[in-house]
């Protein structure tokens, strides 16, 4: 079984399991992502931030200690059921994650936001899929090097206001 993403004329096809791959990698890619700049403390510190920060947190954690083989992908969307999840998601500027996750490939399209969303996501993340870096075309790289592929689906849709439909 195999999905396929498809704006105008921009097209991004893989095996179903792949897809499975790709968007657990974004998962973990978030995560590391997020831990950096907490880490970091680049935000300033209020009462917001230190709350949605904790969520995501607590979040972080229970997925890596609770997610055999690092399948995070259901584990994550049941996470998200709760709006506090989705607000900590975007005051971190990473609520393209839900938008990425939170789709089957029976369901029939991803809007021109969540197409936005997901792109801003990947300018963020792209950096963390990278494995190999003394060979960029590695099979350790496969997720980053599809990401650029796929993100000109998620580009062309917010460019042109045009949904990006699931195949």
Not at 33 to 61: D, R
Not at 116 to 129: A, G, H, N, Q, W
Request: glycine content about 2%; overall charge negative; proline content about 1%.
């Amino acid at each position: 079984m195999s999905i396929g993403l498809q704006c105008i004329n921009q097209y991004f096809t893989c095996e179903y399991i792949y897809w499975h791959k790709i968007r657990n990698e974004t998962i973990q890619a978030t995560f590391d992502y997020l831990s950096i700049i907490f880490y970091l403390n680049k935000f300033k510190i209020e009462p917001l931030e230190v709350k949605y920060k904790e969520k995501l947190e607590i979040i972080m954690n229970e997925l890596e200690n609770n997610t055999i083989n690092k399948n995070y992908l259901n584990n994550f969307i049941k996470k998200c059921n709760n709006i506090e999840v989705i607000d900590a998601l975007i005051y971190f500027g990473v609520e393209g994650l839900f938008s990425l996750c939170n789709k089957r490939a029976t369901e029939g399209a991803y809007s021109v936001s969540d197409s936005y969303s997901i792109c801003e996501l990947f300018k963020l993340v792209k950096p963390f899929y990278f494995k190999n870096f003394e060979y960029i075309d590695s099979d350790e790289n496969n997720i980053y090097n599809s990401i650029f592929e796929l993100e000109k689906v998620f580009q062309e849709s917010f460019e042109e206001k045009i949904i990006v439909t699931i195949l």
